[in-house]
Structures are given as structure tokens and as C-alpha cells.
């Protein structure tokens, strides 16, 4: 072959290289456009398991709560307590689960209650083990029914820019309209914990006579 045919070649193959390279990032670019980089919501009915990528939870019991109770402390509502118990099972490894919140039928979310009630206010997923938590969040009482509890890895902050493309546990907590007037109807109060390795006593007291 003489010098021009095998410099007509290779310019060929350069060709050919450029456009597979051209063809494989229009390729490459097209399934990214098609991964859509909101977070996936995995709905949950009431009383199934949440069945997620980083744990197993169920949630064992929801009451409303005017007060809450630690030792010598009392916390009043400003609205209601809706206080959930749930159990958790690490399914890959131990983390901590940040991303915990209520969402109510208009779409507004409620951190859980840091106040000096000392609930719990994320979950540990450990690996082999089981663990628990009670979970108290503040809300208005007309947010109470059909809100919905959502476990994620991390919370929303800033627009849920940290939740892309992961998973979000959306569970039903089962409360109707005639369930959340009956909880409403109710004045009691409930002990509280953040002993991951003890299961929350469930049954609620009367209110105490005294709250701050």
C-alpha cells in the first residue's frame, strides 16, 4: 500500500472513532436526560412494612398526645402531639436516618419535636438488630388527618437537594377523619424515650393536671 493509501486509511479509522465517540455520548447523555434526579417515593399502606433500600420499618402504634412526660418534665402542645412508635431493621449497613417527617394533605412538613421532651428524632438501622424508636412531632390538630410519616436517609433542607435519587419511605398512618376527631376527643399524655433498644411502653395516661 503506498504512503497516500495508508494515510487515507487512517484518517478513515480517525473518522470512524470520532463519530462512535460522538454516537456514544449522545447515547450517554440521552439515558442520563431520562434518570430523573427527584427522589424516589415508595408508598406504604397502613399496617404493611416499608420494605426500603437502607431498613425494614414498621409502625407499631400512633396516639395523640397533649403533653409529653420525661422524669420531672412536662411538655404542652402547641397544637397536638402526634406521637408514632416504629421499629426499625438495618438491611445493608448501620446508619443513622435523619430524614424524618410528617407531611399533611396540603403538602406542609413537620420536624419531630427536639424539645426537652427527649423523643427520638431519627431512627438507627443496625445490621442484625432491632431497634425502636418513639417519634413526637407538634402539629396543628387540623393537620392530623391522613398525614403521612416519610423516612429517608437525610431530611428535606434546602428543597430536598439532598434526598436526589435516593428513596423515601411514604407511610399511611391510618388516620381518617373519624379517627382524628376521636384521638382529638381524648387528653392524655405519654412517656417518652430515646432508647433505641427498648420498645415504648404504648398505653397513654390521663393528662397531668399540671403542664408548662
Known amino acids: 500500500m503506498s504512503v497516500l493509501g495508508r494515510a487515507g486509511a487512517t484518517a ?35 399496617g404493611e412494612t416499608a420494605h426500603l ?16 412526660v420525661s422524669g420531672s418534665d412536662v411538655v404542652k402542645a ?3 402531639f402526634l406521637v408514632v ?18 407531611v399533611d394533605t396540603e403538602g406542609r412538613i413537620y420536624g419531630p ?3 426537652r421532651a427527649y423523643c427520638s428524632f431519627n431512627l438507627n438501622a443496625e445490621p442484625g438488630l432491632t431497634t425502636y424508636a418513639r417519634l413526637c412531632f407538634d402539629i396543628p390538630t387540623l393537620a392530623l388527618e391522613d398525614v ?32 382524628a376527631r376521636r384521638m382529638l376527643a381524648e387528653e392524655l399524655a405519654l412517656a417518652t424515650t430515646n432508647d433505641p433498644f427498648t420498645k415504648p411502653d404504648p398505653e397513654p395516661q390521663p393528662m397531668p393536671t399540671e403542664a408548662s
Not at 85 to 94: H, I, N, P, S, W
Not at 153 to 174: F, N, P, T
Open 12 to 46: 478513515t479509522s480517525a473518522a470512524v472513532v470520532i463519530a462512535a465517540l460522538a454516537v456514544g455520548r449522545l447515547v450517554s447523555d440521552h439515558v442520563e436526560s431520562k434518570i430523573s434526579p427527584d427522589p424516589f417515593l415508595r408508598e406504604v399502606a397502613a
Open 148 to 179: 403521612r410519616l416519610r423516612v429517608a436517609q437525610v431530611d428535606s433542607a434546602g428543597g430536598g437537594a439532598s434526598q436526589r435519587r435516593d428513596e423515601i419511605g411514604d407511610l399511611d398512618l391510618g388516620i381518617s377523619a373519624s379517627e
Open 113 to 115: 419535636d427536639k424539645s
Open 53 to 68: 433500600r437502607f431498613a425494614d420499618i414498621d409502625v407499631d402504634r400512633v396516639n395523640a398526645a397533649d403533653v409529653l
Open 85 to 102: 412508635d416504629v421499629t426499625v431493621r438495618g438491611t445493608d449497613k448501620a446508619r443513622a436516618l435523619t430524614g424524618i417527617e410528617l
Open 78 to 80: 402547641r397544637g397536638v
